[in-house]
């Protein structure tokens, strides 16, 4: 038989289309063109392909050899192609049977000596093949990524050899066996060793609770950057769906996926010269960025006035749309970015307005240019925004008023978050105008109060939905059924300060 066809699959954001591998022997001068869109890493497999079939006791066909990879109009990147291009010649010529081709799909880039190397995305790629129906035969290095798919008949090889005598029936592959998915443990440290900074902490479980984004405003050395990485210990677990989507694109990006990050929320603190395109992600063949990687999980920007400006207002859909949708002139890629925006400022250029000891001598012209490279839409779409105020001495050395543990407050979050799934299906973060209506009823009370805030702050009507969500979320960590005065007082509490502080400087 001169024509094979093997099933594979290629890398197109965090999806993983088929591929069907068409290889055809033809009377002819010698050669072997491979078409379908290829990258250049591709067209170089028929080298790697060559090699490989040789060194392993292969007769490489001295025929014309032509490998289709259908659909043409996908791109193709990547030495994942290498493994079904050569089984595919190799069963075009006869040397092994086509018979269990149908049933299976195969990914791995080849060595020249015929070994199988590890690709990206295999945790996609066995997702798909799972409902495709089909095995998935892959590196051995991938093997435990890809058997976190549950479902999935996932089987490893190390070697061509042992690929082929698999397709004879000379010898058994076992499908891999996934085993318990580790339990992440949250080694970010404890809430209690924060000192102090109780109206912090509270915010910070009022985000955890809400999934709200909060910002930290605070001189230097108050424990800024120390709250911010004690968020995932107070956050509850992932499901099985959110620990597959992370590590989905975790898998398909540069670094690779690791294991034994299994379930861990992800927790990302790009540096404040990072570009656009390392924050949102792109490139020729589109990548995920930074606010990909932290789907699900925390994104930290320290130093928030220090990032170019450009690079900030860049995140201003995907913190409400939760997806970001990278286009090129010839692709088009879409990656999640569910992520949960902590970030945090000195409230002046020299980060000592306020100080009693008078540190400060920045001017309010100053001040205003340094806040100013903020814009009020993007501030506009931070929940909380929380003073974080000088710790005093004595406060630091009490060891005995720690405050609640973390996994205290993961007990009150994970209760919150319960309610608010139970009632509306999604987190108070991602109620939207209906949403907000039906589900936060509040009274008289509460409601002249948020007149009055609109009136003397100046709120945007985003600002009014989002104070009632988080007023919503206050209500649901104090278990009470609908919002009071004493919910949206605490709300608002969180939308002024910007303002107070800057105003107190102008004076």
Known sequence: MSLAVVYSRAQEGITAPPVTVEVHLANGLPGLSIVGLPETTVKESKDRVRAALLNARFEFPMRRITVNLAPADLPKEGGRFDLPIALGILAA???IPTATLADHEFIGELALTGELRGIRGALTAALHCRDAGRRLLLPEVNADEAALVSDA????????LEV?????????IDAHASGAPPTPAHNDGDLAEVRGQHHAKRALEIAAAGGHNLLMIGPPGTGKTMLASRLSSILPAMTETEALEAAAIASISDQGFVTTQWGARPFRAPHHTASAVALVGGGSQPRPGEISLAHRGVLFLDELPEFDRRVLEVLREPLESGRIVISRAARQAEFPARFQLIAAMNPCPCGYLGDPNG?????????QRYRGRLSG???DRIDLHVEVPKVPHQELRNTNNTGPTSAEV??????ARRRQLRRAGKLNRALNTRDIEHYCPHDNGAAALLEQAMERLGLSARAYHRVLKVARTIA??????????????EAISYRRLDRRVVASRAV
């Open 359 to 367: 540190r400060c001598r920045c001017t309010a012209e100053q001040v």
């Open 153 to 160: 008949t996932v089987l490893s090889a190390t070697h061509l």
């Open 377 to 379: 839409p993007f501030l």
């Open 410 to 415: 993961r007990q009150r979050v994970q209760a």
């Open 93 to 95: 010529s006869g040397q």
């Open 164 to 172: 082929c005598e698999y397709l004879r029936g000379t010898k058994h």
């Open 476 to 489: 649901d960590l104090a278990e009470a059924s609908d919002i009071d005065a004493t919910h949206v007082t």
